[in-house]
């Protein structure tokens, strides 16, 4: 049988107590393919991403990835073992480690990694940062240093949680093309959620909305 190489999200749903935060997402992402999830603040969009990412539980429904079940109700495949890179909000930096050791992290410390690590520390513009911990960078830096950790990685799927905020526009522009391109070059699937209709229009290829824990396909 041929590999089917995408990410399906199917029926999902998602309580917080007796609320119901995500209702009946269909969403498939094929290795290659990038996503936009647009939608106000609160209607499930980081809730959506850490459910796909592994870190909730659904309540209904199920998360395949290539064709093999990886979350369902009272079980998840750990989010280290899914293959994908999660961008959190707030960068979520290991504090206790320089930025060069956060973005090599989960990595084997061979040659190849260190030269990845350092190509995209370059192309970031954080390469003078590397022996510097977190604490000391800015907001804007360890944002990048977040997105530096998710693509070193080489994951199958790349999850953004507002990505690109705290980024000034020039510098923005040379980060998203870099992220765009790479994740072109390693048949990376990417689910980005954002509130900047700019930034989902020039990454992705297809733009979602969400509405209330709805998932829809934007109608231009
Ligand atoms: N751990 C949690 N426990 C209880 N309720 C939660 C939890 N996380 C999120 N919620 C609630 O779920 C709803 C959706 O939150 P979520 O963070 O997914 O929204 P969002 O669309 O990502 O918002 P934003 O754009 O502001 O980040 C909100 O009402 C939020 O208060």
Redesign the pocket.
Known sequence: MREIKVLEVIKLGKN?GLKP?LKEIDLTVARGERVAIL?D???????LLKTIAGFYLPHTGEIRVEGKIISRPGWALFPNRRHMSMVF?SAALFPHMTVEENIGFGNRKDGKVSARVKEIAEAFRIDSLLKSYPHSISGGQARRVALARALAAEPSYLLMDEPFTNLDRELKSDVMTYVKNFAQERNIGVIM?T?QEEEARYLADMVYVMEEGKLEVEKR
């Open positions: 917080f935060i939608g603040s609160g209607c499930g969009k980081t809730t909000q959620v509130h």
